[in-house]
């Protein structure tokens, strides 16, 4: 990750991100990889997990991406995860660049509004990974 300012802490810095339709192992891995980066409201130890025989499970958590704690190590996937992330431009940006540290990623849909944006973003294993 490049060593981009700090933004000044508060709900500007606030990123919502959410997984679906992925198995509880990538889940984690892309959740690991943002707790490695970040400060977040879910604890690094909150493991995703999925009720037997239950509806399909959603993962959410915020992070706030005012500070840097480090870099990601690259990642494993067992498929390809999309993940939504919502929050203003700079926020954003901040995560997606942290999620390159660890996957390839890629925009694959956008929505803007006046304040913020939700992204669309499609991770990968590294090829080199």
Known sequence: ????????AGTDAQVAITLDSCCKEDAHAVLAALHA??????????????PQGGPPIIW????????????AR???????????????YH???RLREALTEAFSVRVVGTSAG????????????????
């Open 37 to 50: 980066s970040f400060p977040s409201d879910r604890s690094p130890e909150d493991v995703p997990a999925e």
């Open 1 to 8: 990750m490049t060593t981009q300012q700090d933004l000044p």
């Open 60 to 71: 959410t958590a915020t992070f706030d991406v005012s500070r840097t704690l480090g870099l």
């Open 91 to 93: 926020a954003v940006d």
């Open 74 to 88: 690259p990642g494993r996937l067992t498929e390809p995860v999309v993940i939504t992330a919502q929050g203003g």
């Open 114 to 129: 006046d304040q913020e944006e939700e992204v669309r973003l499609r991770l990968e294993s590294p090829a080199a990974a």
